[in-house]
């Protein structure tokens, strides 16, 4: 009896301990100080405002007024209408709340200044990423339908279809890691790295004793980190020792506790180039659960794909417009340094069509929605996706139901275990309307799909970093590869059909049991989506 009795005592010191730590853990961390500064700037200006309107009725009206001018102004704007329903809501149901969560992130004068200085550097380098006319002109001879759809893609992010690219799928990330490494060593004139999250690791240390050993032998080694990608995973800092290693580092947007529509622009790309015809992108960033070197969430399942060729060049832009705007060069970039026939003498080889793509939040064009969009509308057989987070607006939820009801194949792949437990329920809130049109819907029974992409018709698929939420199609600089007709097209399939037997069917049972509580929760979750 004595002995049980120490037992339990010990437990509940062990989970005193651990709560404790977790509170320490929590408290030091430097996130913890962000969101306190974040709140109490949000929180102080609503008390001004609130005190404002309790000192005078005519003050109060005023705001009223002012509150159905913003809406008017909202509801006409050229903007995604899920936004306008979800400010319209939250401003007429607490104006004053509303109004003022508005006026902090509903506009920003730097994303204004930042997509001038894009502009800029797209324009300079305007002449080096032309299409070629005997790459079109076959392009269209093979599927017209697939050339209008790289023409709008050429059209609208300026970056043209290429030929003579090969392309290797990694249907994890620890497949994707060796080639990587293998890679980086073969470097000879520059390495040019672009990632929303780095985390200390077997990953990230074993990447950067190569770029320190690179840089040292005279490679350009470059990298961006995102600022709040990076926010708890790095030192405070962290390019200042990058620097002294002799690689050259930029953070995008580093994140300040400060209220501004900009802390929301973030670089979610994720981009390596070795000498300009060695490119790698997907949904894997330099952390070790991507790899699965730690565990998170289960298994992780993403996916990446390498190319070697004339398409690199795309990506080799991508970075160098970024660097640019970032670093606030005044210079003008010399491209031609940069052409990947200057480190790579024999001609490139590959079949079919790649064409890579990046897609900016400063402009109004939402480019990977509409690609993704442009390849359901257009498919003849079939559509498979996978996203690890389903939030999706009228548009998108239209397209894939039509889809559905018109015969076509629709299949959506999600995470069986989430990493964000409020984003997963308002994932599921999605699946009861795609279900009664025709859609299936598939969860990843062993851990977090992370994986971005589609493929269509065994003819066309997309591998990218773009997710199927608002942040990623409306509010992220991202990138993605549109594929036609290259062989890669039947890994990226069969890789798909292989992961549906690690996965759960989603019925509508489940939707419909769902306890009444989830389902009003979901409901108001929904109405707020594009906020989240």
């Known amino acids: 009896m004595e002995t049980a009795n120490n037992s339990s005592l010990h437990e509940k010191k062990n989970i005193i301990f651990l709560m404790f730590k977790k509170i320490g853990k929590l408290i030091f961390n430097r996130i913890f100080y962000v969101i306190l500064a974040l709140v109490f700037q949000l929180a102080w200006i609503m008390l001004i405002v609130w005190k404002m309107a309790a000192y005078s009725q005519y003050i109060y009206l005023a705001m009223d007024i002012i509150g ?131 985390n200390d690791g077997v990953m990230w240390n074993t990447i950067l004793d190569i770029l320190e050993e690179k840089a040292a032998e005279g490679v350009d080694v470059r990298l961006i980190y995102d600022g709040f990608g990076c926010l708890t995973t790095l030192p405070h800092k962290y390019y200042e020792e990058l620097r002294k290693k002799g690689i050259a580092c930029q953070v995008f947007n580093p994140f300040r506790p400060i209220l501004n529509i900009i802390q929301n622009n973030r670089d979610h790309r994720k981009l390596c180039i070795i000498d300009g015809w060695v490119g790698f992108t997907g949904g894997i960033n330099l952390s070790d659960e991507y790899i699965n070197q730690k565990e998170r969430f289960g298994h992780w399942k993403d996916t990446a794909v390498m190319l070697k060729g004339d398409a690199v060049w795309n990506m080799t832009v991508m970075f160098l417009h970024m660097w640019e705007v970032i670093s606030r060069s005044s210079e003008k970039v010399d491209y031609e340094e940069y052409f990947p026939h200057r480190y790579h003498p024999q001609p490139f080889t590959g079949n079919g069509f790649v064409q890579p793509f990046c897609d900016t939040p400063l402009d109004d064009e939402v480019v990977g929605e509409n690609v993704y969009l442009n390849i359901i509308n257009k498919a003849r057989r079939y559509v498979y996706i996978c996203t ?69 018709d065994d003819e066309i698929g997309v591998v990218g970093t773009i997710n199927l939420d608002y942040r990623s199609l409306y509010l992220h600089f991202e990138d993605g590869v549109w594929i036609c007709g290259n062989d890669v097209i039947r890994d990226i399939k069969a890789d798909f059909m292989e992961t549906l037997d690690y996965c759960k069917p989603v019925d509508l049972e489940f939707c419909v049991n769902r306890n009444i509580i989830v389902r009003i929760m979901q409901n108001i979750l929904r109405a707020f989506a594009p906020m989240l």
């Open 68 to 198: 159905v001018v913003v809406v008017l102004w909202i509801v006409n704007k050229e903007i995604n209408p899920s936004y306008k329903l979800a400010w319209t809501m939250l401003i007429l149901i607490v104006p004053i709340f509303g109004l003022a969560l508005y006026f902090i992130f509903g506009s920003s004068r730097i994303a204004a200044i930042m997509q001038e200085h894009f502009e800029q550097r797209i324009d300079e380098s305007r002449e080096y990423l032309k299409d070629d006319p005997g790459t079109v002109e076959r392009l269209k001879e093979m599927d017209p339908s697939a050339a209008l759809q790289s023409k709008y893609i050429s059209d609208v992010s300026t970056f043209p279809v290429h030929e003579n690219t090969s392309a290797e799928y990694f249907q994890v990330g620890d497949d994707m890691f060796p080639v990587l490494v293998r890679e980086l060593k073969q470097a000879k004139k520059y390495i040019f790295i672009e990632y929303f999250i780095i």
């Open 388 to 456: 690890p987070y389903l939030i999706i607006d009228n548009e998108m939820m239209t397209a894939l139901c039509l889809a559905a009801k018109n015969g076509i194949d629709v299949r959506i792949m999600t995470p069986g275990i989430p990493d964000k437990k409020i984003v997963f329920l308002l994932t599921q809130s999605y699946y009861r309307q795609l279900l009664e049109a025709g859609v299936k819907v598939y969860e990843y029974q062993p851990g977090f799909l992370h994986a971005k992409s589609f493929v269509c």
